[in-house]
């Protein structure tokens, strides 16, 4: 027996509406997602918004005269929350990758970029709690000058001030930003993203590899050194995941939440592999799939992940 994995809507809902917007993060609460995840970049005057490459990208992004943005276009970390502000992230570009990705998604228009204090307070008003997976995102090889410290403190100020400490997850790649967390919020829960390097070859687990701060998966299984290192959540990608890891990281306490699953049929599959959180673009569709399962977690059957 398990209990049925809990939902998190990926960048809000990019099957229905532009990513990262308030507009859909306030759709994924309203169709029931018991979580949301998002993704934080720094402003050049230190503001975290919520946005996913460092640059904008012309796929995603209009400007003050409704024109496309080349296909990249200005750094984040180069503009001012006030210039950020002049960008409208509301659609996509037609015939672009993101909009082959998400043929259904609503067009919205004067849609700007949110910050994270904004974010919060929607969820604070939020007539229900969910859960919250912040992404901080930051490269250990980038020459950007960012400190680790510094980062998750403005983050952990922000979620404090807004009283979301319990419900909330510091969510990386870049295990230094956890590091730190740990040093100096050890009242945050923390979430360890992973991708292997021997599925991807951007993947960021493997001996030597700059993101996991000096963790080694040569020295012993991932599940066990996160574990040793205090983390709430271990989210791999979830093609990364089989039986083996999935049952030894559960038995160290860790909640395994598998990145990021969609269409229905891996969905479907995903909802039976005993996981404790999954992590969609398309919460509806999950929770609909879900919801078809029962309303009892008693009956559900377990399917084995394939061993690697």
Not at 11 to 34: K, M, S
């Amino acid at each position: 027996m398990t209990s049925l994995p809990k939902i998190f809507a990926h960048r809000g809902a990019p099957a229905a509406l532009p990513e990262n917007t308030l507009e859909g993060f306030q759709y994924a609460i309203d169709v029931g997602a018991d979580g949301l995840e998002l993704d934080l970049l720094l402003t050049r005057d230190g503001v975290p918004v919520i946005t996913h490459n460092p640059n904008l990208s012309g796929d995603t992004t209009r400007g003050a005269a409704g024109n496309w943005l080349p296909d990249q276009g200005p750094a984040i970390n180069e503009l001012t929350l006030e210039e950020l502000r002049t960008f409208d992230v509301g659609g996509h570009r037609p015939g672009g990758d993101d909009a082959r990705k998400n043929p259904h998604q609503k067009q919205l228009h004067h849609c700007r970029i949110p910050t994270l204090d904004e974010f919060l307070t929607l969820v604070k008003n939020s007539p229900r709690k969910v859960e919250l997976l912040i992404e901080l995102k930051h490269s250990p090889t980038a020459d950007d000058h960012i400190n680790p410290d510094d980062y998750v403190k403005v983050v952990a100020d922000s979620i404090e001030h807004h009283g979301l400490v319990e419900q909330s997850y510091i969510h990386a790649f870049n295990w230094q930003i956890l590091s730190a967390a740990a040093r100096n919020h050890p009242q945050l829960h923390r979430s360890y993203l992973s991708a292997l390097r021997s599925n991807d070859p951007d993947g960021t687990v493997f001996s030597g590899s700059p993101w996991m701060d000096g963790l080694d998966p040569d020295f012993a299984p991932l599940p066990e050194l996160l574990a040793q290192s205090g983390a709430s959540v271990w989210c791999p990608y979830f093609l990364d995941l089989d039986r083996e890891n999935l049952t030894l990281a559960q038995e160290q306490g860790l909640q395994v939440m598998t990145w990021t699953v969609n269409g229905e049929e891996d969905l479907r599959q995903e909802l039976q592999t005993g996981v404790d959180g999954i992590i969609t673009d398309d919460p509806k569709l999950a929770l609909s799939l879900r919801a078809e399962m029962g309303p009892s977690n008693s009956n559900v059957h377990v399917l084995e992940v394939p061993s690697k």
